[in-house]
């Protein structure tokens, strides 16, 4: 395991949480803000064992516990630890880029939310990912959690030198043709991404008022998130 938070309100929608970030990630986008747990190191910085005896003291103090990352479907422990923290009690939510769509569907039964982020248009997403055919499996790894019944947020980070405009209501076209209730858009946020060409471009006036307004008309729900 790469790292804890131990109390957190914002990851797992009406509920307070705790969040364990997973080594890992077979992706490279530029915008991560978690740059330090692309690499899955021989030996995890923690002991899955402390992190149960941490979790077994936050019952009644905290409501579920999100896995994260990296990619928290690349650790092929992640269904037993999934089991273990359910024991305790905790819903449990899952971050996801669906880099792993056949690891998502099996886990997908045992989670009670998924955050799932989608990068892109699926024709484009190696402009993001630098990984070619990898908006295949993205897509794959959609239609596993509509299929589900899960709880769900899908959400898109956005930035002017990588996301036009067009490339959003593209997108945002395609996920509400495949039946997408609840919608995200969030801004870029320079805390934590290593890439100085990407936090050096300004985002003021990005993405334009009329755009979020037609996106927000094909979703039920949809939330606009503004960098902090």
């Known amino acids: ?42 030996d995890s910085p ?3 064992n402390k992190i149960v005896a941490l979790l077994k003291r936050r019952v009644g103090l905290i409501d579920a516990v999100v896995f994260s990352g990296g990619e928290a479907t690349v650790d092929p ?6 089991i273990e923290v359910s024991e305790l009690g905790f819903d449990v939510g899952l971050h996801s880029a669906g880099a792993y769509p056949k690891r998502l569907e099996e886990i997908l039964p045992l ?12 024709d484009s997403y190696g402009r993001i990912t630098r990984i ?41 076209h395609t996920l509400s043709g495949m039946g997408v209730q609840n919608y ?10 290593g890439n100085a060409q990407l936090n050096a ?3 003021v006036g990005y993405p334009a008022a009329d755009l979020v307004q037609r996106v927000a008309t094909l979703f039920p729900h949809f939330t606009l998130r503004q960098a902090e």
């Open 1 to 42: 395991m790469g790292g804890v938070t131990p109390f957190t309100a914002t990851d797992y929608p009406g509920k307070l949480a705790a969040v364990v970030f997973v080594q890992g990630c077979p992706w490279g986008c530029d915008y991560c803000h978690n740059p330090h747990l692309q690499v899955r190191t021989p």
């Open 46 to 48: 923690l002991d899955w």
């Open 77 to 82: 422990a992640l269904q037993d630890a999934i």
């Open 111 to 122: 989670l009670d939310w998924v955050g799932l982020d989608i990068k892109a248009p699926f």
């Open 132 to 172: 070619p055919d990898s908006g295949r499996h993205a897509l794959q790894s959609a239609a596993a959690v509509l299929a589900s019944g899960i709880a769900y947020e899908f959400r898109t980070t956005i930035h002017p030198s990588l996301l036009a405009e067009d490339d959003i209501l593209q997108l945002a």
């Open 184 to 193: 995200a858009l969030q801004l870029f946020r320079a805390q934590g991404c």
């Open 201 to 203: 471009v300004s985002t």
